[in-house]
């Protein structure tokens, strides 16, 4: 085999994992396509000591960290395959590379599938945003609106008067129960029932929201709820189980990241509920822990 560790996107997760690996000294690469899930950011925020840095900026810093170590290297491109090849995995590269490795670290991330709302994704990570702890500083102050269609969503309208006056667009006929309505009511939450048909002004930029009884409510950020679904289908193909959660699926793993098939190993967005760049790093190391022991446990015998 000629690589210890082949990582599958080179995100905040797969970067962090092979930092790991390659501070042990293990040949590791990072096959990556280059589009991480929150390029549609100007900059990442509740990053400890990265905090407002473009997120391509915070990648490149992770990248030449990595090349500084002799046993690491990173691939561009984008793995389309992947299958077990006697004690290991092969890959296929979408531009007909091929890659042999003992374990192979998925760290290829999750996509967001938007409502179907013209303008949502031209304005995407600008003024239509997903959490108020990674952007609603920002926003502060101004005319906040958010969908709610679920718990999910009554669970950000309740959050979002810390940063600021709130209507909350009851989506499909949704209605809070009487005791949601009351703690909406206590947190000053407007509601509106009428459907949010169209989005305002010019994107990214956002001046309010079009409904269809005719009426405008003017708001300067929109927080929506996205569905996630992995990037690529290499778990699926491997046979590694899922869970659900609340935005959608995730890899089943264990404490060191070790999925349900043997040797491979998840980490960042793919591998957890909970989606943030810290969060990724974190889970990144342990990933790369985890396939290191895997190594040492097998060249031990
Ligand atoms: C709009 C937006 C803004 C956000 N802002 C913040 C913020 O301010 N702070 C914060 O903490 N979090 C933020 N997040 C969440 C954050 O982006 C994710 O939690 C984080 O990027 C997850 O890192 P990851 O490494 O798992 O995946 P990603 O960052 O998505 O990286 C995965 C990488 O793998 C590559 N890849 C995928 N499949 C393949 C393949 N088959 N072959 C090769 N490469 C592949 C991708 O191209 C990509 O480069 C935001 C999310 C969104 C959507």
């Known amino acids: 085999m000629h690589h210890d560790v082949v990582i599958v996107g080179g995100?905040?997760?797969?970067?962090?994992?092979?930092?790991?690996?390659?501070?042990?000294?293990?040949?590791?690469?990072?096959?990556?396509?280059?589009?991480?899930?929150?390029?549609?950011?100007?900059?990442?925020?509740?990053?400890?000591?990265?905090?407002?840095?473009?997120?391509?900026?915070?990648?490149?810093?992770?990248?030449?960290?990595?090349?500084?170590?002799?046993?690491?290297?990173?691939?561009?491109?984008?793995?389309?395959?992947?299958a077990p090849a006697g004690s290991g995995f092969s890959l296929a590269l979408a531009d007909g590379r091929a890659l042999q490795t003992r374990t192979l670290i998925l760290a290829g991330g999750v996509r967001d599938v938007l409502p179907p709302l013209d303008g949502l994704a031209a304005r995407w990570g600008r003024s239509v945003l997903h959490c108020p702890y990674c952007h609603g500083f920002e926003v502060a102050g101004r005319a906040l609106g958010v969908f709610a269609a679920d718990a999910m969503g009554l669970h950000r309208a309740l959050m979002l008067p810390d940063w600021g006056p709130t209507t909350c667009f009851l989506e499909h006929g949704f209605e809070p129960d009487a005791d949601d309505a009351r703690k909406l009511a206590n947190r000053g939450v407007v509601l509106e029932r009428a459907p949010v048909i169209r989005l305002l002004g010019t994107a990214p930029a956002l001046d309010g929201v079009q409904l269809a009884d005719g009426r405008r409510v003017a708001i300067d950020a929109l927080f929506v709820g996205s569905r996630v679904e992995p990037v690529d289908g290499l778990a699926a193909s491997l046979g590694c189980v899922q869970d659900m959660g609340p935005l959608g699926p995730h890899l089943r793993v264990d404490a060191f990241k070790q999925t349900t098939v043997p040797g491979v190993f998840a980490a960042g967005d793919l591998s957890q509920p909970m989606h943030s760049v810290p969060l990724a790093v974190a889970s990144g190391l342990l990933a790369g822990v985890g396939a290191h022991q895997a190594l040492i446990a097998v060249d031990a015998g």
């Open 11 to 82: 995100g905040s997760a797969g970067l962090s994992a092979a930092q790991a690996l390659a501070r042990a000294r293990r040949r590791v690469v990072v096959v990556d396509a280059g589009a991480p899930r929150n390029r549609f950011a100007s900059a990442v925020h509740n990053v400890f000591g990265h905090d407002d840095t473009p997120p391509e900026t915070l990648l490149a810093k992770g990248r030449t960290e990595l090349l500084r170590y002799p046993t690491a290297s990173v691939i561009a491109g984008t793995v389309v395959d992947a």
